[in-house]
């Protein structure tokens, strides 16, 4: 097999004590309990995931509860078939925004997805 292409590889850079990006950086209070912009955007993360994520049972149960009632009724189904999609469609947007918040967090140097790591390290 020939190659036209050398591989290259990357070394290695010490830059020294370095922690976070900019105003993300650790910080202690008097306490000791670190402050950052993480903890709030975690917590934010964290609730707005419940909070979808009981708005999904609730919207599904409910499309459900509509097609049991349905009786029969073609328009009154698909009504309730739209209701149950449109529920998984949210809930799939969640997950989707839950990783893309991961991988932002990363980028960062923040562990947004786990508020207990930064508050109590």
């Known amino acids: 097999m020939i190659n036209l292409i050398k591989p290259a590889y990357a070394a290695a850079i010490d830059v020294g004590k370095i ?3 900019g105003p993300f950086q ?11 912009t993480g903890v709030f955007i975690s917590a934010l993360v ?3 995931t419940v ?3 009981l708005a999904f049972v609730i919207y599904f149960f409910l499309g459900a509860l509509k097609w049991i009632t349905a009786g029969g009724d073609k328009a009154k189904v698909q009504d309730a078939q739209s209701s149950m999609v449109n529920g998984v469609i949210g809930l799939v947007a ?16 923040l562990d947004i997805l786990n508020p ?6």
């Open 19 to 21: 922690e976070g990006l």
């Open 26 to 36: 650790t910080a202690l209070d008097a306490s000791g309990v670190k402050t950052q």
């Open 46 to 48: 964290g609730t707005l």
């Open 51 to 53: 909070v979808g994520g």
């Open 94 to 109: 969640i997950t989707a925004a839950y990783f893309i918040v991961g991988i932002v967090g990363g980028v960062l140097g």
């Open 116 to 121: 207990m790591k930064i508050l109590f390290p």
